[in-house]
């Protein structure tokens, strides 16, 4: 939009022959009060009925608001008659007229001065301006600050984000270290099971191969006697040999059993809160040696009726004295599908996690229960038929009856979904 500089200042022209926004050399009309731009100016001054009005080109003139000013209290015409200008003001219709339209369209009506009441109405705009423009002002504080509020919105998002992040990522390495550490501690407890258990089998095995020792000796002696020794050898060595082989035939080796392996078992099951404990426990079960060709079994004889069991001791002729038969540990046998864990012991690391239960969920009595039987008994169900994330749900159940329970509250959990 052009503007007329006069005067140092500025102000928007619009041209009144137009209407359009003055571009170049401004000119005013002082017969008619209006600004020209500077084609309707040429035709304004060659025009029959205003060729004789003083156009003053825009070079001319002192200043933009004293034309204005000088416009505002220059006489204008009434609309309905050309030659007559607006000189008062219907009260009755609040327009302004002039005197012909007083005794005809408005006759009867109330008038004051045009001058007068128009001064009057622009006070009243003016009285009024200060505070519209004080609500503008106070329009665009508003607009500013909302514009402030989401930029701090905005950045308290990817803070938040950001936080949420760097809480996670420190919760994850510690969960992890104490993982690490609690594989560690399993680990420790396979060893120890290897080691109690090979201990185990080595003191059967020297024991095995000590008596073995002795019978292959008596075997082999006997053997050479019977096969290749004269007379006076064989009469002089059977008593002893008879006593040898009998104490040799009077036992009853047995294999080493049961054959244990180690055994890791990982937790499938899915927990609200994580503990050391979800990874797996390790323990002893029984092998399967399928690859071990089994001994013909040797038929006990029958103690008779009566008669106590005469304990054989295996003698040789060697000093050696043989190491006692070491008392086996009888090995807990599994239960189930858990193994025997040992003495591992384990250390909670809980997670606040709360299970966010959903209005018709169908749950049943968890972990931290401790409300009795109101649900019915174990197994029993209910639905959830008030949950607003304040830690506590409400829960009426298939019995009829119909509670609140911790679902957050205190870290406890009452509940888990069916």
Known sequence: MATSQCGGESAKVMCSGCDNDIIGNTSFCMNCKEFLCRICASHHTRTKHTRDHQVVPGSEMESVEKLVEMRSQSPVTCTAHENESIKLYCDNCQAPVCVICSVTSHKGHQFSDATGAA???????????????????????????????????????????????????????????????????????????????????????????????????AYD??????????????????????????????????????????EFAPKSRPSTRFQQSDVGNVGLVTANLTNRVPV????????????????????????????????????????????????????????????????YSRVQ????WEWGNQDGGVGSVGMVMVADGSGWVQV??????????????????DLQLV
């Open 296 to 359: 013909q079994n040797v038929q006990r004889p029958q103690r008779q009726s009566g008669v106590k069991k005469k304990t054989t001791k295996l003698q040789t002729s060697s000093p050696t004295v043989a190491p006692p038969i070491p008392q086996r540990t009888k090995m807990a046998q599994p239960q189930s599908k858990q193994p025997n864990t040992g003495h591992v012991a384990y250390h909670p690391y809980t997670v606040s996690a709360p299970v966010q239960l959903q209005v």
């Open 119 to 217: 001064e009057t109405a622009r006070n009243a705009i003016l009285k009024l301006l200060s505070p519209a423009e004080q609500k503008v002002s106070k329009y665009q504080y508003g607009i500013d600050s909302a514009i402030d509020a989401e930029d701090v919105l905005e950045k308290s998002k990817h803070q938040a984000k950001t936080a949420i992040d760097e809480k996670t990522n420190e919760m994850i390495a510690g969960m992890a270290t104490v993982l690490r550490k609690h594989a560690e501690s399993l680990k420790d407890g396979v060893d120890a099971l290897f080691i109690h258990k090979q201990a185990d089998i080595h003191k059967f095995k020297e024991m095995m191969e000590f008596h073995m020792e002795i019978a292959r000796n």
């Open 396 to 413: 009426k159940w298939d019995n009829g009856l119909e509670g609140k329970y911790r679902m957050g509250y205190g870290n406890k959990y």
């Open 221 to 262: 002696y006997s053997r050479k006697v019977a096969r290749y020794g004269n007379v006076a050898e064989v009469l002089t060595a059977s008593p002893q040999m008879k006593t040898k082989l009998e104490k040799v035939n009077a036992a009853y080796p047995e294999p080493y059993k049961p054959a244990e392996k180690i």
């Open 365 to 368: 009595r968890g972990q931290d």
